[in-house]
């Protein structure tokens, strides 16, 4: 394949995928993600036959990646809905096998990959946007009249928070913080529009994270904003930061804005019923590790949680928990009851390897703008991970596929 076809097919590829994971909500992604993803794989095998590159797609450096996914499988044995645990499976690993050879396909090949920063910016700036719409007129249209949400009335009436094209506030989240560290990029530029285009994809971004109320999602905005300073060798300025941030937590803890009062440190640390100190997410570790003990190389099974709650709770009757919360609420915890230790094991050798590599480039590389281009997806797996002990994210298939995407970023880095 020439040169110039092979970089059209790649440029294709990516601005489709993109597309696909900002601007369709949940329930079309869920109904048509499986077809879509294999015609992605197809293509992006495609791709890759005819591409006459020196380095392949798939490497022995990969290793990582396929000891995750050739472990986790093993919680189909002892699970109980079989199928259900397939499937979960199927689709965790499908996303990521495409996702992450199409990041590390795009960000491995051409040179000019602040395009694809672009691409991911511009999306986000439109996410974002239309969540800042949707909040201050009080109705998404998407949501009224196409694409039918549980979750609605919940956040449009009772407690607004923005949901954009993302389904749900936390998802919503989860996106703009897989994207948000490509925008710093252009705020860095030499060029005045980058400049300008990056610095107002930041406030509008920044504004609509906060904006979901999402105790989770603020703290990896936190951590990714940290390390970004930290890692561009702004020391001073990431001290100035953290008392920043800690003044804004506790005024946010006296806001008679509730959006804001959910990031203050009563509601994170203490304040509700699932803050981190609270018995909600005391006994979800107490049920993950009881799981694990008892079935320590498997896990009771993917998305098997929820199905098993009420043998694992507390409370004689688990039914006296809501179905919308008889969930681990935290990746980790979903990893180490549904897989198993040697699942969560592997998951975490994986990420371990992939940043420290990551890392590792990033310190060896002495141009500025590369080690920018190096940090930039760092930045997005740190803000991500952290979010991970809030929610399942794994279970939802935009922040998924953004989260594989990172990984092959980082990994062709």
Not at 16 to 21: E, K, L, P, Q
Not at 126 to 139: M, Q
Not at 167 to 193: A, R, T, Y
Not at 315 to 321: A, K, R
Request: proline share 4%; with cysteine.
């Amino acid at each position: 394949m020439p040169n110039n076809a092979s970089k059209y097919w790649q440029v294709s590829l990516f601005l489709i995928f993109f597309v696909w994971i900002s601007f369709f909500p949940f329930p079309l992604v869920d109904r048509y993600g499986w077809y879509i993803k294999i015609v992605f794989g197809v293509i992006l095998l495609f791709i890759n036959f005819f591409n006459k590159v020196q380095n392949p797609l798939i490497e022995a450096r990969d290793w990582p990646l396929w000891l995750f996914l050739f472990v986790i499988p093993l919680s189909i044995v002892g699970a109980v809905n079989k199928s259900l645990a397939l499937s979960a499976y199927l689709n965790i690993a499908l996303a990521f096998l495409v996702a992450f050879y199409i990041g590390k396909l795009v960000f491995g090949s051409l040179q000019n990959k602040v395009f694809f920063f672009l691409v991911i910016s511009a999306c986000a700036f439109i996410v974002a946007t239309y969540g800042l719409f949707e909040f201050v007129v009080g109705k998404n249209i998407l949501y009224v009249k196409f694409v039918p949400n549980s979750y609605y009335e919940r956040y449009s009436v009772y407690f607004p928070r923005p949901m954009s094209t993302q389904f749900n506030p936390v998802i919503l989240g989860s996106f703009l913080i897989g994207c948000l560290p490509f925008s710093f990029i252009f705020c860095e530029s030499k060029k005045k529009l980058h400049r300008i285009f990056g610095t107002i994809a930041v406030i509008v971004s920044v504004s609509i994270i906060l904006l979901t109320a999402s105790r989770g999602v603020f703290l990896g905005f936190a951590a990714l904003c940290g390390f970004y300073l930290w890692k561009s060798g702004k020391r001073k300025l990431t001290f100035v930061y953290i008392l920043l941030l800690l003044i804004f937590a506790f005024f946010c803890s006296f806001s008679v804005n509730k959006n804001l009062r959910q990031i203050g440190f009563d509601k994170i640390l203490y304040g509700t019923f699932d803050s981190s100190i609270s018995s909600y997410r005391a006994d979800r570790a107490s049920m993950a590790m009881r799981m694990a003990s008892e079935h320590p190389i498997s896990g009771v099974g993917l998305k098997h949680f929820r199905l098993l709650f009420n043998k694992y709770s507390k409370y004689d009757d688990g039914s006296i928990e809501p179905y919308e919360f008889m969930i681990p609420d935290n990746m980790y915890l979903s990893f180490l009851s549904e897989t198993g230790f040697l699942g969560l094991l592997a998951f975490l050798t994986f990420i371990f390897l992939l940043v420290r590599r990551g890392i590792q480039r990033f310190n060896a590389e002495q141009d500025r703008q590369v080690k920018l281009i190096i940090l930039m997806p760092l930045c997005a797996l740190i803000g991500l991970l952290v979010n991970m002990g809030a929610y399942d994210l794994f279970y939802w298939d935009n922040p998924l596929m953004l989260f594989s995407l990172i990984c092959g970023f980082i990994s062709a880095a």
